[in-house]
């Protein structure tokens, strides 16, 4: 799993990719490649320090049909999504979805070859006040579906 220092990398990387002009945006500001993304995917886990999720993601053709996720950063409280909640406004290179009520949160699926990424964006009304700093992207393993390792 991402441990506390993996997942600040890759909190920068989505900082980077919502920042980014022009379109999405990967590791050292590359376009995220236009690639199909076909996902049944349910990510189930706890790391040492307390922070643990349970995420469902499905996804056919680039278009997302399930979509549920909820985490918890230790005993502090958590953060949670759903599919209902939102809609999705962009299928390629990536996904992007947004709030159903106009909010300003974003949800953005992207694939690379080892995994596919599930992260937000200006969501803090979806979390418990003060852990969103802390609310990581989740990532899939996208020939399993399981949880993706670094």
Known sequence: MIGGAGRWGWALLVGVIVAGCGGARGPAGAPIPDRPIDLAGHCRFTEEDGFREDARLRVTGNRVDE??????????????????????VRSRPSIELIERDGGACRLMIWQEPRRVTLAHAHCERRCTPGIYDEAWPVMFEPRTGGCATR
Request: proline letters at 0%.
């Open 67 to 88: 979509l549920s996720w909820q985490l918890w950063v230790g005993q502090r409280g958590g953060c949670r999504f759903d599919l209902a909640d939102f809609r999705q």
